[in-house]
């Protein structure tokens, strides 16, 4: 059974720097298309960022353009998101989650994942 473990949230001052991290247990990660989703609270999830199998072309939400970078380590089976100038509108539940055969036009689209993480909160705060 696949299983992804996120780590690295916490409580941040505004403006301030968080890195996520996400380690997924499969034979090899280079078939999984692998993305980031937050839940703020009362919310639905949203995407975040997502890098796409073997090419590893990465996709972000407009407001965390420039900001956040995702990438991925095929070698240690894990994808970071580090997220720079976070605002407290960015407090929420982040879940890594997996797939394989997304294609480009549902990469936003959570429905399009089939294996997720736990979650780990990150709370921007002064």
């Known amino acids: 059974q696949v299983q992804l473990a996120e780590s690295g949230g916490g409580l941040v001052h505004p403006g301030h720097l968080l890195i996520l991290s996400c380690t997924i247990s499969?034979?090899?990660?280079?078939?999984?298309?692998l993305g980031w989703f937050r839940q703020a609270p009362g919310k639905e999830r949203d995407f975040v960022a997502t890098?796409?199998?073997?090419?590893?072309?990465?996709y972000y939400q407009d407001s965390v353009k420039g900001r956040f970078t995702i990438s991925r380590d095929n070698a240690k089976n894990t994808v970071y998101l580090q997220m720079n100038r976070l605002n407290p509108e960015e407090t929420g539940v982040y879940y890594c989650?997996?797939?394989?055969?997304?294609?480009?036009?549902?990469?936003?689209?959570?429905?399009?994942?089939?294996?997720w993480g736990q979650g780990t909160q990150v709370t921007v705060s002064s």
């Open positions: 499969v034979d090899s990660l280079r078939s999984y298309t």
């Open positions: 989650a997996a797939g394989i055969g997304i294609i480009t036009s549902r990469l936003r689209n959570e429905a399009a994942y089939n294996l």
């Open positions: 890098t796409k199998r073997n090419s590893g072309s990465l």
